[in-house]
């Protein structure tokens, strides 16, 4: 994986149609996603369960490009071999998610796949300096994390701003996830993000459609952000 600024769209598999998740990765890559996002769930952590190892195990063949597994899961360090092992190429932990982050993230770079930190709405950037030696990715909760199709928290893109003075030229990727849409996608592109996680707005029209709207919603939220950056 080559890092780049430039913006990327990460389509949720969350809001895919669960029966065809093969399919589904197939058709937003080809209609223009340039990453794939697992949103993984526990029931614990989060209040909502969706997917282990096996399935990502499963999707792997279906992903051509990179396979973005967002852990929300609590503990984490006893799953993070079976993640790689899955074929994960970036593997994303909370902050929130126990007392040991610093060692989650060593562990993770330890699998040879990139490092990402997730923080929820509620968290700040207290703890990010520490940390940016260890991080290939920070994720910028724009929701609290459990479902899909929520509002947008627009207190965050403050947050997103501070972040992107305090990674300067470091090449850390800078991920919102939630809400993000066409009106919301400018608001943290302009502020400093590059990969913007959507799920929602890229389903949208299901999968009923020949072809499938994908790629229109795709090249929409690409457009605006594009647009906001100037
Ligand atoms: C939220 C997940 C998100 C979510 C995004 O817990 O981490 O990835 O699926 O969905 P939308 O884009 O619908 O907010
Ligand atoms: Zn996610």
């Known amino acids: 994986m080559l890092f780049d600024r430039s913006i990327k769209i990460a389509p949720s598999i969350l809001a895919a149609d669960f029966a065809n998740f093969g399919a589904e990765c197939r058709a937003i890559e ?9 949103d993984v ?25 990179v396979m973005d597994v967002h852990l929300m899961i609590a503990p984490v360090d006893p799953y993070i071999d079976a993640f790689a092992t899955a074929g994960a190429d970036i593997i994303t932990a909370h902050l929130e998610a126990g007392s040991h ?22 968290t700040g950037l207290d703890a990010v300096p520490q940390l940016l030696d ?33 990674i300067g030229d470091r090449p850390i990727h800078i991920e919102i996830d939630g809400g993000v849409t066409v009106a919301t996608a400018p608001l943290v592109a302009a502020a400093g993000a590059d990969v913007l996680v959507a799920g929602s707005a890229v389903f949208k029209g299901g999968s009923g459609g020949n072809p499938a709207p994908y790629g229109a919603n795709i090249a929409a939220i690409r457009a605006a952000a594009e647009a906001a950056r100037g």
């Open 30 to 38: 080809a209609q223009g996603a340039d990453w794939v996002h697992v």
């Open 41 to 65: 769930m526990d029931g614990h952590f989060v209040p909502n369960l969706t997917f282990g190892p096996a399935m990502c195990a499963a999707l792997r063949p279906h992903i051509a490009g």
């Open 101 to 122: 982050i610093h060692r989650t993230l060593q562990a993770i770079r330890a699998t040879g796949k990139k490092a990402g930190l997730a923080l929820n709405p509620g």
């Open 134 to 166: 260890l991080v290939d990715l920070v994720c910028v909760m724009t929701v609290n994390p459990g479902f899909g199709g929520q509002s947008f928290i627009a207190s965050q893109v403050a947050k997103v701003r501070a972040l992107r003075a305090m």
